[in-house]
């Protein structure tokens, strides 16, 4: 069931685990998928190239990011060309700084105009987001990763921070502004009034899709229902 219909935002499943990326590549609401190290490393990865291979049969085609593993800038042009070489649906996610937080930019600037597909990620504020679409070729399909998610962590609303994100990203032609890191399903709807174009969303909060405008009356009841049933099942006694 498409609970998602309607909405312009594209959804795409953010994992590492090749049985979830079969799971969703038939889905009409899945429009791509997205992975990084941290979630390669969560999912036992080791051999990256197998998993990608792996990774590029389950997907079918769909949009999929691979990121640079270096943090030499040199290094990370090597691996961007290596990886775009990989696929027509692949995106190279490349981080908007290196560790010592030296801009990106170059890079951006290098691989864009070379024709690769970039997914600019680890992305925060805004200056860094005008940053990143003075850099990209607007001749190529790029996707600008903001990190909503993290971004409220801090205590900060996100809101309107995508809002302006999205205006400038939507100044550059085939760039497309992602929210990432979200939290919960709630996020999917401020995304879509954000006029963000793709969001990234685990596996997790996308099975509770079926939750979206669940009457609260309900979900009232069905939490009452689950708390007695544990109790039961728990043999809790006073």
Not at 132 to 141: D, F, M, Q, T, Y
Not at 183 to 196: D, F, K
Request: proline share 3%.
């Amino acid at each position: 069931m498409d609970y998602f219909g309607g909405l312009k935002v594209k959804i795409f499943v953010d994992g590492a685990s090749l049985k979830t990326m079969r799971e969703f590549s038939g889905h009409r609401t899945v429009k791509g998928f997205t992975t990084n190290p941290t979630l390669m490393k969560q999912a036992g990865v080791t051999d990256y190239e197998s998993f990608a291979k792996e990774a590029l049969s389950a997907v079918s085609g769909r949009p999929i990011s691979f990121e640079v593993l270096s943090d030499d800038f040199g290094e990370m042009e090597k691996e961007a060309r290596k990886i775009a070489g990989w696929g027509k649906n692949v995106y190279v996610k490349v981080p908007v700084t290196n560790t010592e937080g030296k801009s990106s930019e170059g890079l951006i600037r290098k691989a864009s105009h070379e024709g690769i597909s970039l997914n600019v990620t680890a992305v925060m504020t805004l200056k860094q987001v005008e940053e990143v679409c003075g850099a990209l070729n607007p001749e190529v399909r790029s996707i600008v990763s903001v990190f909503a998610g993290r971004i409220a962590d801090t205590g900060r609303d996100p809101v309107p921070i995508m809002k302006e994100a999205a205006s400038i990203v939507g100044e550059t032609p085939n760039a497309e502004l992602l929210w990432a890191s979200p939290r919960e399903l709630l996020n999917v709807l401020q995304a879509e009034l954000c006029n963000c174009h793709i969001i990234t969303i685990t596996d997790a909060i996308l099975k509770k899709a079926d939750m979206l405008g669940m009457d609260l009356s309900s979900l009232s009841l069905d939490t009452v229902r689950m708390f007695y049933k544990d109790a039961v099942t728990a043999g809790l006694k006073l």
